[in-house]
Nanobody
Framework: QVQLVESGGGLVQAGGSLRLSCAAS????????MGWFRQAPGKEREFVGA???????TYADCATGRFTISRDFAKNTLSLQMNSLKPEDTAVYYC???????????????WGQGTQVTVST
């Protein structure tokens, strides 16, 4: 059974940092593009960033300069380091895996259950 399990969410003050992790199991995701999405209440799920199997990463404007994605192929894990957090970063963050280079939710085949990130003022 393929699973993506996120962890590391929580409550943090504005300006603080959090590191999210995603543990993949059930198959090898070596050649998959791994991404992070987020969904705030009442809003659509949006792309945050992704990293290819070659290590190339792309970020949405909301994440550029503040968030960093990394992956550990040996451990089959994905991370999202979030710095300088803002209240508008409050959302459920999802880990996803897909085989295309697109940034839409439809481009990803596997999803985690999400982890809540809340940034207070």
């Amino acid at each position: 059974q393929v699973q993506l399990v996120e962890s590391g969410g929580g409550l943090v003050q504005a300006g603080g940092s959090l590191r999210l992790s995603c543990a993949a199991s059930g198959r090898t995701f070596t050649h998959f593009r791994m991404g992070w999405f987020r969904q705030a209440p009442g809003k659509e799920r949006e792309f945050v960033g992704a990293i290819s199997w070659t290590g190339d990463s792309t970020y949405a404007d909301c994440a550029t300069g503040r968030f960093t994605i990394s992956r550990d192929f040996a451990k089959n894990t994905l991370s999202l380091q979030m710095n300088s957090l803002k209240p508008e970063d409050t959302a459920v963050y999802y880990c996803a895996a897909g085989l295309t280079a697109a940034s839409t939710t439809l481009s990803y085949d596997y999803w985690g259950q999400g982890t809540q990130v809340t940034v207070s003022t």
